[in-house]
């Protein structure tokens, strides 16, 4: 079933706040990025949305209105890209090795096809010391299930999202250890800590 031209609008608001943000719009954040008054008439373009599968809302979850795949597929769609790209061979990082063309494909769809999936844009150099740099890409699994060690999207408090290793120093309080020697660890009550995923991979842009 098609968009309508106001569902596309609260989508691309949706996609705009995320990445801007790191965390999902609240119905008063989305109300107010489109001007709208009335929180009933979001929550009717929510729902609109939602059974379009086009979004995700999860339950007993503070700001938990995720897109879907379907989005960013149709966003692709409309940009003419696709999700397959070659794969060429491999080529060694230590010693050199004869790089042979090869004729397989890597199918992105392997990913975008998960609905639990999502991307967020990294912002600042917290986690350099794990090879995520300002300006990349995590690819993010929505989960509150992780173990020790996880990189994971934390919100703290409700409103500040972070990318951090998580520990569970006990059964009230979280350890957000970033990947940077000159940074302290954040120590967290369990009780405001709300976990939105973990990373599962990274992309990068070379310019």
């Known amino acids: 079933m098609a968009l309508t031209r106001k569902q596309k609008v609260v989508l691309d608001s949706i996609a705009r706040f995320v990445e801007e943000h790191g965390y999902s719009p609240s119905y008063q954040e989305i109300a107010a990025g489109l001007g709208l008054a009335s929180l009933a008439t979001v929550h009717k373009h929510i729902q609109a949305l ?54 397989d494909t890597l199918n992105l769809g392997d990913f975008l096809a998960d609905e639990n999936l999502y991307a967020l844009e990294v912002r600042g150099d917290s986690m350099i010391e794990d090879h995520i740099c300002d300006g990349d890409v995590v ?39 970033p990947a940077n020697a000159s940074m302290p660890p954040i120590l967290v009550p369990m009780e405001r800590l709300e976990l939105q995923g973990r990373v599962l991979a990274v992309l990068r842009k070379y310019k």
């Open 50 to 103: 939602e059974s379009k599968h086009y979004l995700k809302r999860g339950f007993n979850q503070s700001r938990s209105i995720d897109l879907t795949p379907k989005y960013f597929q149709d966003e692709r769609k409309r940009r003419g890209v696709g999700t397959e790209i070659p794969l060429a061979g491999r080529i060694a990082a230590g010693t050199p090795v004869e790089a042979i063309p090869g004729r």
């Open 139 to 177: 690819l993010v699994e929505r989960s509150a299930r992780v173990k020790d060690g996880d990189i994971v999207v934390a919100l703290v408090g409700g409103e500040e999202a972070t990318l951090k290793r998580f520990y569970r120093e006990s059964d009230a309080t979280a350890r957000l250890q």
